[in-house]
């Protein structure tokens, strides 16, 4: 039972991991929408230059978060797995050779 709820847990950590990495996109979104409606009310170039370089700023960040937090996910998943397979294969062979 040890084994599989590793390889549960390892699985939902992953998971965890991988679906936070999609939940930044909403701040990028919401600075878009400033500057939808900073252009509606015709805001100056100063303001409206300084969102657009918040908004280039955060995709890049969000880019590399996201590319980061995705190898993360990937390398504890596939950690798991083995570490999972490995006990899993040493509990069968002693339950054998007991």
């Not at 805001?43 to 890049?60: F, L």
């Not at 590399?64 to 490995?86: H, K, N, P």
């Amino acid at each position: 039972m040890n084994v599989f709820g590793m390889a549960i847990f390892g699985g939902v950590m992953g998971l965890v991991v991988a679906l936070a990495s999609t939940t930044r996109n909403r701040t990028i979104e919401d600075w878009e929408d400033e500057l939808e409606l900073m252009r509606a009310r015709k805001a100056s170039k100063e303001e409206i230059q300084a969102v657009e370089r918040i908004i280039a700023r955060r995709r890049d960040k969000h880019k590399m978060g996201v590319i980061w937090l995705r190898r993360i996910a990937a390398l504890w998943f596939l950690f798991t797995l083995i570490i999972g397979g490995l006990m899993s294969g040493v509990a069968i062979f002693l339950y054998m050779v007991r």
